[in-house]
């Protein structure tokens, strides 16, 4: 039997790659360790408590102690989804960024140096290439991060590989495209335009919506972070992608097309996103060399999503009130007023 450490694993991919883990895997047990924050959802786990190969430990990933103590007792391999992810919160505050995915991630990497751990992935994102206009992102370039939020992942990766060149901690690094699926909190692109045209509201594309990402289903995601970790080489980077190039705008035509609105009564343009990232692409070539290869298509993918959202309601109906209102406001309300 393997043991994971899965940190991070009530947020939204985490909360798959366990799912995947325990149903695609017999030899595995998880301990899922989660800091509970606004997007680490209990809810995204509820199926596994009863699991016996699943264990749910809260910590967070910065508190060495907690972390010490979740890896003492013969853990195989960390898997590292904790992170705080959404680049327009790390605008308005940059510090929990900082914290969780810079700090956090030197914590975990000191646990697996001081328990011999076999294997350390860190899940990282497109982001940490910066804005590309044209051509796909190989492994080996540069970091142009350019938000708050992707200059914390791409420290975290100079962290991660500065350890495999300084200990040889067998570190290995997945970097992934815009994820899209079922239990994503709906504050990202596609689950909040989802939920506003199921509620009949309008959505808000920021600027002209001619930025492009190149979106995954969360299940092809997961399947890449578990392919790399039991195939990637130590001291490598693979990136994984959809292949699904799409302007923000064609996005948002799918969506509410599918939900019965229309361009005219239901899209807002607001002021965009201060240094707004035009165009991610990632080659994938080394990660398909391991074997690995997305296997969703986009326009079925993301009709299974909307139908999650539609009769899923009980899930993101309460995480659209509270703190969710307040951040709401914060986020949109100067941009609507000043578009
Ligand atoms: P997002 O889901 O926040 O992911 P990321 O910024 O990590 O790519 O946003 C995806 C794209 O959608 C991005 O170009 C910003 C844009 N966007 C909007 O136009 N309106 C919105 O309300 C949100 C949340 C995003």
Redesign the pocket.
Known sequence: MKRLLVTGGLGFIGSHFIRLVLTARQAYEVINFDAVTYAGNPANCADLKTHPRYRFIKGNICDSAAVEEAAAGGVDAIVNFAAET???RSILDPDAFIRTDVLGAHVLLEAVRKYNIGRFVQVSTD?VYGDISSGASTEDDALRPRSPYSASKAGADLQVLAYWATYETPVIITRGS?TYGPFQYP????P?FITNLIDGKAV???GD?M?Q?DWIHVDDHARGVLHALEHGEPGNVYNIAGGNTRT?LEITQLLVESLGRSMETHVTHVLD?EG?DRRYALDCTKARGLGWQPEVAFEEGLRNTIEWYRTNENWWRPLRSGEFKEYFKRQYLKRLISA
């Open positions: 959404h680049v327009d982001e815009n504050e990202k692109l596609i909040l808000p594309v920021y919506g930025q990402r923000n996103r707004h």
